[in-house]
C-alpha cells in the first residue's frame, strides 16, 4: 500500500497567510498541517508516500518534507502544474503509484483517529475504494454519499443543491489501480474540475464494491482561518505538555502547556493552558496567554492578552491589548501606539488581510 498527500490548490480562502505560503505548512499546535497527514500514513504503515504538488510553495513543502527520512518515510514528489481538480491530481500519480493500492489523502485534513482501521477494513474486502465519511451540517459543501442501512455505498455526488444525506467524503480515500481508468473517463464538472467524487461514482456504475467507513473522532479541513482556530483548539485539547523550555519563577503557569526548546516564559507572567510555545519565543512580564493559543517559535509576547489564537512565528506582540481568535502570519508585529502623535492607529497591513478592532 502506498500514500498519496495531495498538497496542491491555491489556498485562497486563508488569505493572506497564503499569498507568501502554501496552506498545508500553516502551524496548528506548532506542525504544520502536512504532518499530520504523514504521521497518519506513517501510523498505518505507509512509508512509501507520494506528495502531489502545484505551482504554490512548491519549494516550501518540499524543504519541510526533505526526502521524508525525518518523519520516517520515503517521499516522491510529483508534480500537478495546473490545479485541475482532485482527480487531475490522483492522475498525475499513476506511475508513482503502479500496481499498488494507495490511500490518498488531502494535505489540508487534519483527523482526530487516524486511518488504520479505515485501511485495514479496505484491506480485508474486495473493494475497488473506500471512502471515509463524516455527519455534516452543510452537505451542500461537501461531495456526499448515500449509504445503505448495511453501509453498502450507492450514490456519490460532488457539492449536490438538494443533499441526500449528511454523510460528507472528509478527503481521505482508499484506490485499487482501478480509480485511474475511471479519471481516464471523466468530464469537468460545472466548477470545471475533474472531480475524485465522479470518478467513484463510475466505478459504482460499473458494478465495483466500495467501502465506506464513518469517522468517528473530530475531522477538519483547515482550509479557512476559522478552520485553523478550531484544529488548533482540538488538537491543543490533547496535547499532554512538555517543559522543555524555562519557566521562571514567580511566572504563573497552569494546565498542559507545550513548551518548546529554548521558550521562556518569564516571571509576572500568566499562562493557562493548553497552549503550546514555540523555541526561541519569550513571554514576557505583564504577559496573558490563555487557554487554545499556539505561538510559534521567535516570538516576543510582552503585556498582551492572547487567548485561543494562532502565532505562525517570527512575531512581536507588545501591544498592550487582548487578542482572541486571531490567525497572525509570520513576521507580523502589532506594537502600541499609545505615545505616537497623531493618535490614532497604524496599520500597514497586507491585501485580503481582515482586522477588527
Ligand atoms: C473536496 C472534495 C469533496 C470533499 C472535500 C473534503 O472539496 O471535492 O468531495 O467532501 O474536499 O474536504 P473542496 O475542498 O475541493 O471544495
New binding site residues.
Partial sequence: MKGLILAG?TGSRLRPITHTGPKQLVPVANKPVIQYAIEDLRDAGITDIGVVLGEKGRGDIQRFLGDGSEFNVEITYIIQGEPL??AHAAGCARDFVGDDDFVMY?G??ILKQGIKQFVQSFEDGDYAAGIALQHVDNPE????ATVDDDGTVTELV??PNEPESNL????IYVFSPTIFDAIERLEPSWRG?L???DAIQHLLDDGEAIDSHVVEGWWK?T?KPEDILDANRLVLEEQPGSRNGTVEENADVRGHVDLHENARIEAGAVVRGPVSIGSGTTIAEGTYVGPYTSIGPNCTIVNAHVESSVIVGDCELTADGRFVDSLIGRGATIGSADDLLPAGQRLIVGENSQLRL
Avoid: R, S, Y
Avoid at 459543501?141 to 456526499?144: H, V, Y
Avoid at 460528507?168 to 478527503?171: R, S
Fill in positions: 490548490g481538480g482532485l488531502l489540508d485534513n459543501q461537501f461531495g456526499i460532488e457539492k460528507a467524503l472528509i478527503g474540475e472531480e475524485i467524487t479541513d482550509g
